[in-house]
C-alpha cells in the first residue's frame, strides 16, 4: 500500500512558475514508476508526465514539453512536477500517481492539489 499526498499548488499569473510535490508512504518507493496527470473543469483527466524509479527516464505528454520538468528524490519518497511558462490552460486539479511495477498500470493516488493559472 502506498499512500501519496500532494502539495505546492496555487494561484500564479500566466508566464509563472510552481513546483509541485508528492510525498509517499513506505519503503519500496524506488520500485515504482510515478506519474502526474491533471484534470481541469468539464474535461478528462489527462496524463502530463512520468518518470522511471530510478529517475532515469522521463516522459511527458506534448503539450508541458519544454516547460514542465518531473523528478524524484528516493531518498525522500518524493517525486516532483516543476511547472515553468505556465498557461490559462495549465489550471487544473494535479494528481500524484505510483504505477505498480508488475502491472504497470497506476494504482495508487493522491488526493490532488489545485493549479490556477490567470491570465
Known amino acids: 500500500q502506498v499512500q501519496l499526498v500532494e502539495s505546492g499548488g496555487g494561484l500564479v499569473q500566466a508566464g509563472g512558475s510552481l513546483k509541485l510535490s508528492c510525498a509517499a508512504s513506505?519503503?519500496?518507493?524506488?520500485?515504482?514508476?510515478m506519474g502526474w496527470f491533471r484534470q481541469a473543469p468539464g474535461k478528462e483527466r489527462e496524463f502530463v508526465a512520468t518518470?522511471?524509479?530510478?529517475?532515469?527516464?522521463?516522459y511527458y505528454t506534448d503539450s508541458v514539453k519544454g516547460r514542465f520538468t518531473i523528478s524524484r528524490d528516493n531518498a525522500k519518497n518524493t517525486v516532483y512536477l516543476l511547472m515553468n511558462s505556465l498557461k490559462p490552460e495549465d489550471t487544473a486539479v494535479y494528481y500524484c500517481?505510483?504505477?505498480?511495477?508488475?502491472?504497470?498500470?497506476?494504482?495508487?493516488w493522491g488526493q490532488g492539489t489545485q493549479v490556477t493559472v490567470s491570465s
Open positions: 500517481a505510483a504505477r505498480d511495477y508488475t502491472s504497470q498500470e497506476y494504482v495508487y
Open positions: 513506505g519503503r519500496t518507493f524506488s520500485r515504482y514508476g
Open positions: 518518470i522511471s524509479g530510478s529517475g532515469g527516464t522521463t
